[in-house]
């Protein structure tokens, strides 16, 4: 491996890697297969001797690999707002810097989100396989009837930050009543469009559909479980688009089994990219691969506020977007 290079987990989009190729201080490395991981031991072998890492949602980043990268190491930049993957006390023991990318994705998370709440709710994929199937049909007043969103459903976001106001303006204008949890939700941008503030356990109670805006952190891991799914109203629908170990994956497959939720929409996966097999074989679950920032615009984004990171930091200057440590612990 060359000296003071930057290690890239993977290679990220074509613009993105001429911008890295020319504002870098150090040689840029990468895996050569795009659309795979590097396996643990590739990971260790690439980021040893490294000055900085870009790195992906999929790579964990701990003690194992810190020690192999070696002293120089000066700065990990997460191609992700969620930086759950890495050892933020770990490196900040190290002095290492780790950056994320906050800010750029929300409007692209928040279109797959409430897409995966229409998609849902109004039973889009159960149609869509149905009229595939070559079964004869006719219209039907019964037919794949489904929640109407527009007709005062209401929908509670479980962490209102940047992305869960981005989807709270557009059920908003959807015409949804729009309960939520979380400090902004008595922000005066979240008073204009109607949003109540609530605590978790009512806006369980009261929500049509629940949907998942908050980071993964030690202290939330399954904050969906029995408990929570019992609570919900009947007949509702949970959507995920956040970290898939929010949700017990078992019990909220027991809760659809029984008939209490009406269906679930999850962008993102408890044993990512491990699918849960009950919830794979229900028609009444949406399933998708972790695609909530891939539009090319926000994915550009993204990558380019990595490179510009590390290269801040290796140019001796502040990072754009440091992870600070209070806020990683919880």
Sequence with gaps: MPE??????RPLPERVMHEARASLPVTLTSHPTKDVPPNRQE????????????VMLTDQIDDEVLDAAGPQLQVIANVAVGFDNIDVEAASRRGIVVTNTPGVLDEATADLAFTLLLTTVRRLVEADRFVRSGKPWNWGPQSFVGLDVSAGATLGIVGLGRTGMAVARRAHAFGM????TGSRATSS??????VAASDLEHLLEISDVVSLHCPLTPDNRHMIGQAQLAAMKQGSYLINTARGPLVDEEALADALDSGHLAGAGLDVHEHEPQINARLREMEQVVLLPHIGSAGSATRDAMGSLAV???????SGRDALTPVDLPRAKG
Aim: net charge negative.
């Design 308 to 314: 510009r990171n590390v290269t801040e930091v290796l």
């Design 43 to 54: 990971l260790i072998e690439g980021c040893r001797g490294a000055s900085g890492l870009i």
């Design 4 to 9: 003071n290079h930057v290690f890239l987990t």
């Design 189 to 194: 941008e979240a008073v204009e469009i109607g």
């Design 177 to 180: 009543s729009i309960v939520a």
